[in-house]
């Protein structure tokens, strides 16, 4: 198992090593945002080890204008989803989110 980073580090680092290198190569110029918003632990800062077996892990939200999100999101989604690796830090880049 991964060393535990507490997950709104994590998320900054998964972004800027992982993410924004990719969005910059293929998406040169765009305008977004980046963060890590909802109800989880980690958002409030209060994760810790036992946060790690559920529905936690490297991620973001990418906020882009409403003219941006209906010309990118399809293409965006599809390039992220083929050139985000499949672990970072040796934990799962993929996982399901639970319901609300």
Same mark, same amino acid.
């Given at each position: 198992?991964? #060393?535990?980073? =507490?997950?709104?580090?994590?998320?900054?680092?998964?972004?800027?090593?992982?993410?924004? =290198?990719?969005?910059?190569?293929?998406?040169? *110029?765009?305008?977004? @945002?980046?963060?890590?918003? *909802?109800?989880?632990?980690?958002?409030?800062?209060?994760? #810790?080890?036992?946060?790690? #077996?559920?529905?936690? *892990?490297?991620?973001?939200?990418?906020?882009? @204008?409403?003219? #941006?999100?209906?010309?990118?999101?399809?293409?965006?989604?599809?390039?992220? @989803?083929?050139?985000? =690796?499949?672990?970072?830090?040796?934990?799962?880049?993929?996982?399901?989110? @639970?319901?609300?």
């Amino acid at each position: 198992m991964a #060393d535990f980073v =507490p997950g709104l580090e994590l998320g900054e680092q998964f972004f800027t090593e992982a993410a924004k =290198p990719i969005i910059d190569t293929y998406f040169p *110029g765009l305008r977004y @945002s980046a963060a890590m918003l *909802g109800w989880s632990s980690e958002v409030l800062g209060y994760d #810790d080890v036992e946060s790690m #077996d559920h529905n936690w *892990g490297p991620r973001f939200q990418l906020f882009l @204008s409403s003219h #941006d999100y209906e010309k990118y999101q399809s293409l965006l989604s599809e390039t992220l @989803s083929h050139h985000l =690796p499949l672990q970072f830090r040796g934990l799962p880049t993929n996982f399901d989110v @639970s319901p609300q």
